[in-house]
């Protein structure tokens, strides 16, 4: 009889566990699609993610990804993170552990945003780095950041967004955009974005 109950826990539990080792990615607390690569979240310096390998606690560990874009695990040293989905990162960490395990069952989960980060600088009242834990707006920053100094060009504000060393200028007239018509669209900021408030 106790034989019986210990297998029907068994079949109880073992299909949550396999359910939290396979899930591939995770969301992270108030992440909507912040750094979203076809709506899935791109992992970023300093983020800390969780590595979980079925059935090995010697490899399984919280892990920060470095300002290089890396990690670091046993067996398998410096792994690049940033710029790949957890889905992606956990087939590329599948792959590499093949080669000391067979079949090896990964499962990455963000535990912790701390790559977005956005600046605001100029004629505003707390210019500054934003960490940001969700997709935001110019406006969601301007706000965050503001109220506007008394010398503010509202009109004139603009968007920094580097791609490698280039860095394009997009305009935002925050008068246009308030506006009742809504001339100019409001529009996501992306992880690097510097805001100048002339």
């Known amino acids: 009889m106790a ?10 539990v073992m299909p949550l566990i396999v359910t939290s080792l396979t899930a591939a990615e995770e969301t992270p607390k108030g992440l909507a699609g912040a750094a979203a690569v076809d709506g899935q979240y791109t992992i970023g310096p300093e983020d800390l993610l969780d590595i979980a390998v079925w059935n090995n606690t010697a490899i399984s560990r919280a892990v920060p990804v470095r300002p290089d874009g890396k990690i ?14 957890p889905s992606q990162l956990r087939e590329v960490l ?32 707390t210019p500054g780095r934003y960490e940001l834990k969700s997709r935001a707006t110019v406006l969601d920053v301007l706000a965050q950041a503001g109220p ?6 509202r009109a004139r504000i603009f968007v920094l967004r580097f791609n490698g060393t280039t860095a394009k200028r997009l305009p935002f007239n925050y008068n246009k955009v308030i506006a009742a018509d809504g001339e100019q669209e409001n529009f996501f900021l992306q992880p690097g974005d510097i805001v100048v408030v002339p």
Do not use: C
């Not at 034989?3 to 109880?12: D, G, P, R, T, V």
């Not at 670091?72 to 989905?85: E, K, R, W, Y």
């Not at 506007?148 to 060009?153: E, G, K, L």
């Open 148 to 153: 506007f100094s008394d010398f503010a060009s």
């Open 94 to 125: 599948a792959k590499r552990l093949a080669d000391y395990m067979p079949t090896p069952e990964v499962s990455v989960i963000v535990r912790e945003v701390h790559s977005f980060k956005v600046s605001v600088i100029g004629e505003i009242k």
């Open 72 to 85: 670091s695990l046993p067996l398998l040293n410096d792994v690049q993170a940033a710029g790949l989905t």
């Open 3 to 12: 034989w019986h109950k210990s297998l029907m826990i068994a079949m109880l």
